[in-house]
């Protein structure tokens, strides 16, 4: 168990304080009230369920949605997520939350929700389903900063607002920043090395901009993106971009039909790619999506970048 759980285990079992409602918090551009906790929930994609596990939440949860494989929930999390029902493998259609009577949609922007979608905050609002967007997505409707690790102390403070569990909330996010403290020695101090995201696709590369939570995380563990100045959140580029800055590491994040061990076969194969410094170095690391995209496993993504990116420029 994580010391962020251990923090959370103990505050869950020490007398909670009361929080007053009704609560507002920002959620992408808009400001949301509820006026008591939601009490059937919905939440979509296994990055997000989990955050709202990790809060202690599942009896709030009416369902979730979008988790095609229920095995890549963090182990000690899928006793809690038995207890919920899945609605939908895939994004939800509005007919699959109103069946399930949800007064609360956890989201995000590809991430549950399309613009122009039939299931968007402005869409669900006449049925008396409140939506709280997740902060990492918040690009696709505004401006905002950089993805960093305070996307995630955001969504589970306002999680933790929303569902009267702030005291949850803050032991979460002090575990987190603990543990991120206790990885400074794995951190390099030299030149950052060059990192490249790999997600899929062989004519052209789907990769993290800077606005994607990897850019966060490899900073964290002392690395730089190659596409920080990218100004997307997760797209295609050229591979000839990809050849121009020269990666020395390259993250694969492990999801999908095709496997990493696929993934990294075609880009050791690829003659066009030969001569990038981390496939002659054989600098390669697997990050899992859930761990790649926001959520409670991003602390333990950044020990695994740090470690292998000590090791790839000893």
């Not at 050849?243 to 994040?253: M, S, T």
């Not at 066009?272 to 993504?301: H, K, Q, S």
């Amino acid at each position: 168990m994580t010391r962020s759980l251990l923090f959370l285990a103990a505050l869950l079992a020490s007398p909670a304080k009361a929080q007053a409602f009704p609560v507002t918090v920002q959620s992408c551009d808009r400001e949301i009230t509820v006026e008591a906790p939601p009490r059937r929930a919905v939440s979509n994609d296994v990055n997000l369920t989990e955050m709202m596990l990790a809060l202690g939440l599942q009896d709030r949860m009416a369902g979730h949605t979008g988790i095609s494989d229920a095995r890549t929930v963090h182990g000690p999390l899928q006793a809690a997520l038995a207890e919920i029902p899945e609605l939908s493998p895939r994004y939800p259609g509005r007919e699959v939350l109103l069946g399930a009577n949800a007064d609360f949609y956890f989201a995000g922007w590809n991430y549950g929700m399309s613009i122009g979608g039939e299931v968007t905050p402005d869409r669900l609002a006449p049925f008396g389903i409140t939506v709280y967007e997740l902060a990492e997505s918040c690009i696709h409707v505004m401006e905002k900063p950089r993805a960093s690790l305070d996307d995630l102390y955001t969504d589970i403070r306002n999680l933790g607002a929303i569902f009267g569990v702030s005291e949850r909330a803050e032991a979460l996010i002090a575990g987190w920043r603990a543990e991120l403290a206790a990885l400074s020695d794995a951190i390099g101090t030299g030149t950052p090395p060059r990192v490249f995201v790999y997600d899929s696709g062989e004519d052209t590369p789907y990769t993290a901009g800077r606005y994607a939570m990897p850019t966060a995380l490899i900073e964290a563990a002392g690395g730089v993106n190659i596409m920080q100045d990218f100004g997307k959140s997760w797209a295609m580029i050229g591979w000839e971009e990809v050849i121009a800055r020269d990666p020395e590491v390259i993250v694969i994040v492990d999801y999908g039909e095709v496997t990493a061990a696929q993934k990294r076969d075609f880009l050791t194969s690829n003659p066009a790619l030969a001569g990038l410094t981390a496939i002659r170095e054989d600098n390669f690391v697997i990050l899992d999506y859930v761990a790649a995209t926001p959520g409670p496993r991003n602390i333990e993504a950044v020990g695994l970048l740090a470690r292998a990116f000590a090791g790839a420029v000893e």
